[in-house]
Nanobody
């Protein structure tokens, strides 16, 4: 079955960096677009970044452009989110997601807290 397992979250000071990972299994990872989403308390889940199957196309929410970088390693079935210059407003649960046809699959999430 499809599994997405996020890791790498934690507590970091403003201006710091974190790298999130999402390990995928149960499907042909290299053929699917992957996304990172986040959800802060009391807010709707929002799309943060998207990467195409080959990694040749990426897209970002305006709020993270220039600070976050999405990448993938198809040999390792893993997608990453490098987050630099973190701000308190980046505090959220971060999820990776893929869509296989009409079905969306989500990981369990990893918490990122940006605070001094």
């Amino acid at each position: 079955q499809v599994q997405l397992v996020e890791s790498g979250g934690g507590l970091v000071q403003p201006g710091g960096s974190l790298r999130l990972s999402c390990a995928a299994s149960g499907f042909t990872f290299r053929t699917y677009t992957m996304n990172w989403y986040r959800q802060a308390p009391g807010k709707e889940r929002e799309l943060v970044a998207t990467i195409s199957s080959t990694g040749g196309y990426t897209n970002y929410a305006d709020s993270v452009k220039g600070r976050f970088t999405i990448s993938r390693d198809n040999a390792k079935n893993t997608v990453y989110l490098q987050m630099n210059s973190l701000k308190p407003e980046d505090t959220a649960m971060y999820y990776c997601k893929t869509s296989l046809g009409l079905v969306n699959y989500w990981g369990q999430g990893t918490q990122v807290t940006v605070s001094s």
